[in-house]
């Protein structure tokens, strides 16, 4: 079975370094048993600030609402300068107990979008 394409956001971040950003759903239903929770592969991840000043953002990998040391993805205090972009890409596994978490250091300056595949663990 093919994983299909898919787009999240754009969210606008803020000052709240506990937000969930991304999950993959979990699926339930079908014959016998249900079915198997999902899980998407993120490819890319682009932050874009639309303000005239520069402004810091901080995603991290793990539990819902957390954002606990070591946990850290992307952007550690990573500062995008004034009306510019931060581009990430790669690839990176989100099972259905994985969140991406993070925020940034002015509400609402901040825009994250992405892009990936979407897939049936098992």
Known sequence: MNN??????????TT?????LLNPATVTGGVNS??????????RINIINKTGGAVTF??????????TAGT??????QSIAANSYFPWSG?????ST???V???????ALTIEGAGEIGVSG
């Open 72 to 77: 850290e993805v992307i952007g550690s205090g």
């Open 98 to 100: 994985d969140f991406l």
């Open 91 to 95: 690839k990176m596994r989100f099972d």
């Open 102 to 108: 993070g925020g940034a250091s002015a509400n609402t």
């Open 16 to 20: 709240t370094l506990t937000t969930n």
């Open 58 to 67: 901080s995603l991290w990998k793990g539990a819902t609402g957390a954002n």
């Open 34 to 43: 249900g079915s198997s929770p999902l899980y998407i592969v993120l490819y």
């Open 4 to 13: 299909k394409v898919f787009n999240f956001g754009p969210i606008t971040l």
